[in-house]
């Protein structure tokens, strides 16, 4: 991806991708891509998600005035995504999930693969964070599509989110920052030693 073009912090990590190429046409049709048969338990925690980005900005407003109250509505979500989170861990088999490498900012991603992509073409993107319990259904756009020079066969594709919901962007944002706070505590733990 051009560097000119980041505007976001650019983390990588390994997830549980799907995508399949779609039209312009499927796109535009539904808000959140339907191409992907998901668990109830992946929906449970999708609306979760969006639910705390939701109320996130008002729990900061009720703290100001009430900061008792504040400490109590957070405890209380922290409850409620510890029990949501223990239920979808036991309903979503992660042992059978095949994780692979990505680059994650806010604006896209990018990531290896077998399969022909074009660049310009519109793809449904699944997106399970295994170890923070989050999943994703995102739109995107093929920036670019590059082979690999390994011999691999596997090309390289660079993908602009297209269509995302404010609350999927701070999902990705929040993720980001806890990722890279985790790398700077295990770094000052090294340093430290």
């Not at 990505?102 to 399969?115: A, K, M, V, Y």
Request: aromatic content about 8%; overall charge negative.
């Amino acid at each position: 991806m051009n560097p000119e073009r980041r505007e976001y912090y650019r983390i990588s990590e390994n997830v549980s991708l799907d995508f399949q190429v779609i039209s312009e046409q499927e796109m535009q049709a539904s808000s959140l891509p339907t191409q992907f048969k998901v668990s109830p338990f992946f929906t449970l925690l999708s609306q979760l998600q969006e639910l705390d980005t939701d109320t996130t900005h008002l729990l900061r407003k009720i703290a100001q005035k009430d900061p008792a109250m504040g400490t109590f509505l957070e405890v209380t979500t922290n409850k409620i995504d510890a029990i949501a989170k223990t239920i979808a861990s036991h309903g979503i088999e992660f042992d059978d999930i095949q994780t692979q490498e990505i680059n994650l900012s806010e604006g896209g991603l990018s990531f290896d693969t077998q399969r022909q992509v074009n660049s310009g073409e519109y793809l449904a993107l699944k997106l399970v964070f295994q170890e923070a319990c989050i999943g994703l259904l995102l739109y995107g756009k093929v920036l670019y599509s590059t082979a690999n020079e390994d011999d691999s066969g596997s090309s390289n594709i660079g993908i602009q989110f297209f269509r995302m919901p404010e609350s999927s962007r701070m999902i990705i944002a929040r993720h980001i920052i806890a990722l890279q706070s985790k790398e700077l505590q295990l770094q000052g733990n090294i340093d430290l030693d």
